[in-house]
């Protein structure tokens, strides 16, 4: 079983959607989970961050985390044409001082049609 | 600020011939690392540094080598290259006050024939 498990899709939505895409992992010692988003042919760029369980929203886009069950979520509401692109989950246990190893998921594609 | 910045974009390289992948941030970072990316294997981390002077291996470190030139420069080394290596390579740095953020650089995109 990979550490983290994301859905590839690809997954095609209407504009005005409401998106949700999921990890699931296994490591207990996960504290702190990132989604990141890749338009084609670029870098990936943070999208969300959050720390521990809980929810974090920011504008059209909510995070949520919940650790018992080792799943994290993101909703993206009125989803909009320049919301397509891949939406890779990010994991980290560290903290602190030294390197921050990111453990990624592969990645969901995401399309909204107008 | 540039961000984190590598060259270059694209490279086609046959068998056996090495190439270095360059990497730098004006971010004053300590962290950066290298990965690549394949269609279906997502994001894999090759090799990183935790701070100037230090690099350890990460998930898939074989057929590449690393240099931390600087704080600001991190070089990737094919010494020889093989097709299995045909990838995307994205060099990353963090250090800034969310330590966990990684900013990503566009990429290179390397086809070895």
């Known amino acids: 079983q990979k550490e983290v498990e994301q859905d590839p899709g690809p997954l095609s939505v209407p504009e005005g959607a409401i998106v949700s895409l999921n990890c699931t992992y296994s490591?207990?010692?996960?504290?702190?989970f990132m989604w990141y988003r890749q338009y084609s042919r670029k870098g990936p760029e943070l999208l969300m961050y959050?720390?521990?369980?809980g929810n974090k929203e920011d504008g059209r886009f909510t995070a949520q985390v919940d650790k018992s069950s080792k799943y994290i979520s993101l909703f993206i509401r009125d989803s909009q044409p320049s919301d397509s692109a891949t939406y890779l989950c990010?994991?980290?246990?560290?903290?602190?001082?030294?390197?921050?190893?990111?453990?990624f998921g592969k990645g969901t594609k995401l399309s909204v049609i107008p | 600020n540039a961000g984190v910045t590598q060259t270059p974009k694209f490279q086609v390289l046959k068998t056996g011939q090495s190439m270095t992948l360059q990497c730098a941030q004006d971010?004053?970072?300590?962290?950066m690392y290298w990965y690549r990316q394949d269609p279906g294997m997502g994001l894999r981390l090759i090799y990183y540094?935790?701070?100037?002077?230090?690099?350890d291996k990460g998930e898939v470190p074989n057929g590449y080598n690393v240099s931390r030139l600087n704080k600001r420069e991190f070089s990737l080394r094919l010494e020889s290259a093989a097709p299995s290596q045909t990838s995307v390579y994205f060099c990353?740095?963090?250090?800034?006050?969310?330590?966990?953020?990684?900013?990503f650089g566009p990429g290179t995109r390397l086809t070895v024939l």
């Open positions: 990353a740095s963090t250090g800034g006050l969310l330590n966990n953020e990684q900013f």
């Open positions: 490591n207990s010692a996960f504290q702190y």
């Open positions: 959050t720390y521990s369980s």
């Open positions: 990010a994991m980290s246990a560290g903290s602190g001082a030294g390197s921050y190893q990111l453990t």
């Open positions: 971010m004053n970072h300590n962290s």
């Open positions: 540094s935790a701070s100037e002077g230090t690099t």
